[in-house]
Structure formats: C-alpha cells, structure tokens
C-alpha cells in the first residue's frame, strides 16, 4: 500500500464524526466487511438483548410478556408498530405509517394486492426488467389468480409506459446489483398522473440513505430488516402505506393479528385501523427484539449523516483503486447522489474475484453473471479499510490470484 494513501486514510478516520460507531458493531478482527448491503454486521449490544429477551422476558416473564410494559409484562405485542414507529422518520414517514411485520417478499403481496383492490378496473402491474427477483415473483401468484398483469420497461421507458392499464408501478429505490438510484419523486408524480399507485422496495435505501416517502408522496413501500438495519439473519421487513390510503387499504393475508380485536375471538374478520391490518400472523418476537436493536443505532446516527460518509468512504475506495493503477468496469453510476451505498465492478470471472478477495478477508460478494458487488455500510467500516480492501483487490488482479482453482467452485450462496 502507498504510504501517502495510509496516511490519508489516518487523516479521514481521525477527522470522522463517525469513526467510534465501529465499536458498537462487532465486526471480526482481520476481515474488512463490504456485504452491510447483504447481511449487516452484528451490533455488539444485540447479543445481550436477545439474552434478555430470552431468559429475561420469555423464560422468566412466559405469557405475561405479551402485554403491555408495566403489570409484569414486556410489550411484546405492540413491537411491530413500536419498531415501525422507529423506522418511519429513516424513510420520511410518520410513526403510524409504518409497520414491522414478515419478510419483505409476503410485505410486496399483500401490497401489491392492495394496490390492484384500490385501482378497479386496472390490473397492469409495470416495472423494470433486472429488478430484484422476488418483487417481480411476487406478481406471478396474482397473475395465475387473473388479478394481475405484468408488463416490464426499461428504466428510461417507464414514464412511457404508464398508460391507462396500469394499476401500480413497482420498483426498487436503489438497484440491488448496480446501486443506481431512482428519482423517487419524479417517477412516483409520472405514476399519479397516469393514475397509477407507487410501492417503493426500500431495501437497499432504509438506513443507508435518506429517503422521502412522504415528501415524494408515495403510495406504498416495503423494506428490508436485515441489510443496512442490521437486524441479523431473516429479521422481520417493514411496510408503508401512506395515511390517505389506510380507511381503503385491504389485504388478503387477513389474519387474526391484523383483526381490529384478536383477542375478541370472533367468527368475522374486520380489519384493525391503519397498518396495524397489515400484520397477519403472531409477530417474531426474537427477530424483532433484535431489529429493534439495530434500529436504535441507526437511528442514533442519523441516515443523514450515514449517505455522507457512505460518499465519502465510496469516493476515497475509487480514488484509492485509481492511485494503485487498478483498471475495472464500473457498473455503478460515477456521481455519489445517483447511487446507493455500493460500488459494483463488471469482471469477466467476478466470482472468482469475489473468492479470492474473501480469501484475503476482504468480503463482498458476486451477482450473476459478472458483477462485483461492494458495500459500503458506513456505522461500521473506516477509510482505512478502504485503502486495505483497494490494496487486496489490486494484488489479487496484478498476480492473477483469482485464476486459482478453488476460487472457481460456487457455494449455494453466493
Ligand atoms: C434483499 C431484498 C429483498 C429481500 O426479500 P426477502 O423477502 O427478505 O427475502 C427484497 N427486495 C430487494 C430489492 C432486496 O434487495
């Protein structure tokens, strides 16, 4: 490594607001971790609070701890909107527009069902080839049902596409394999004037960006609990529906937590006021507890100043890959604001690229079918690991490390 690019490195860690956030993250010794996108890093206080929860309000407290905090009980039940409430301010909603609930896959059915139900008459479902799987599977279910109709467009042929067919128009605020961001206010104003509804896929933009939901006037949206909210493994997602719709808002997943009295035990659905309708079944307790843990750090450090350094650290990791002399595609778009928190980099063997810089410590990951995927989640990671994971990168080209056998195998999860 250059001693000037070390140096400068110590110079920005020295002079971040944010350099002690790396302590509340436990992030193992030796390894530079650019997958926050993918599965964010542990908060060094979740591992406490789930022994908490578990011995504390579950083997202690047993059934009491569904009720409400005070008479012996732990507040369980009211997590997801507890949890919701915390999350809305990251994305520009108010508290009682967001709630905890599923995984983001079940959270687009139900809102895109909802979506079809508020739009009578129209059924066409509009969004972008490449966009992340599962929101485009999503819509196959409805469409074997007859209630919806796909149609895809290419980014710059969306606003075109909006005709009079479509209901609702499904994207992903930041691409999950190139980083390009979407201008969220222009394409949700081009859907309402087609009179078309918006669901905005956050899962790459919550807690990683600041985002507008309300000041872009959105419909829906949904997002992920365990990227850059740090929740861990399979947390719990989030949606949104904005208050104008929520008297309108009907799902089909109607179960007895989203009933307006679950404990009344009657034969007759009537849905509960607000998102509260969205919930389905008993909410995960454990996954919850832990989202909400890393919700609070984000939250404490505030998205503004999370997209300022995720800048700044992605800017110094190019400056430092131009100053090593390492020559690679970037997929990503150059200026910072028209991206998330990632740089993606076309490879002809990105994979084996991927596995040998992992074998180096430096872990990010591959999107078929060439694409080296960065992340730069910035409450945990230092400048000074950008100049080591630029360092490593440019070693493994410069020696042709990747061409080694076992970088070429591929595990079920890439
Ligand atoms: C990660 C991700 C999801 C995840 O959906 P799950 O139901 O949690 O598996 C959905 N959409 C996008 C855009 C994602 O990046």
């Known amino acids: 490594m250059t001693d000037a690019l070390t140096a400068k490195a110590g110079e920005l860690d020295h002079a971040d607001p944010l350099d002690g956030y790396r302590e509340r993250f436990a992030v193992p010794d030796g390894v530079i971790y650019l997958d926050g996108n993918s599965l ?28 409400p905090d005070g008479n012996g009980g732990a507040g369980w039940i009211d997590l997801p909107q507890r949890l919701g409430a915390k999350i809305a301010p990251l994305v520009g909603a108010a508290p009682h527009e967001v709630i905890a609930a599923d995984s983001t896959s079940v959270n687009l059915f139900k809102l895109i069902a909802a979506a079809l139900a508020m739009n009578p008459g129209r059924k066409t479902i509009l969004s972008e080839p490449g966009n992340f799987p599962t929101d485009l599977y999503m819509i196959a279910g409805l469409e074997a049902q007859g209630l919806a ?7 710059e042929g969306l606003a075109e596409a909006l005709d009079g067919d ?20 222009a394409l949700t104003s081009a859907a309402h004037a087609a009179g078309a509804l918006v669901l905005w896929d956050l899962s790459h933009s919550a807690g990683a960006l600041p985002v507008h939901l309300n000041r872009c006037n959105a419909d829906f949206a949904v997002g992920c609990g365990y990227k850059y909210l740090n929740g861990g493994p399979g947390a719990p997602a989030f949606a949104f529906v904005a208050e104008r719709h929520h008297d309108a808002l009907s799902q089909p997943l109607t179960g007895w937590m989203g009933h307006a009295a679950p404990f009344a035990f009657t034969d007759d659905y009537a849905p509960a006021p607000g998102v509260a309708r969205l919930l389905c079944g008993t909410p995960p307790v454990l996954g919850l507890a832990a989202l909400e843990v ?11 100043r999370l997209y300022a350094k995720s800048q700044a650290l ?30 993606s980099f076309r490879h002809p063997d990105a994979y084996a690229l991927s596995q040998a810089l992992i074998a180096r410590g430096v872990i990010g990951d591959f999107r078929d079918p060439d694409i080296l995927r960065l992340g730069f989640a910035p409450a945990y990671l230092r400048f000074a690991d950008m100049a080591a994971a630029a360092h490593h990168l440019a ?7 990747w061409r080694r056998e076992e970088f070429a195998r591929r595990a079920a999860v890439t």
């Open 314 to 343: 992605s800017e110094f990791f190019r400056e430092c890959l131009r100053d090593l002399g390492v020559v690679l595609e970037l997929v990503s778009p150059v200026e910072p604001d028209r991206r998330g928190s990632q740089l």
């Open 40 to 67: 964010g890093a542990l908060p060094a206080a979740t591992p406490a609070r789930l022994a908490q929860v578990v011995r504390g309000e579950w083997g202690e407290g047993l059934i009491r701890s569904w009720n």
């Open 294 to 304: 890393g919700v609070d750090i984000v939250a404490e450090i505030g998205v503004v």
């Open 395 to 401: 070693q493994v080209l410069a020696g042709q490390e």
């Open 166 to 185: 479509v209901a609702l128009l499904l994207l992903t605020h930041v691409h999950y394999k190139t980083g390009a961001m979407h201008d969220m206010a």
């Open 149 to 155: 109709t796909r149609r895809l467009a290419p980014r």
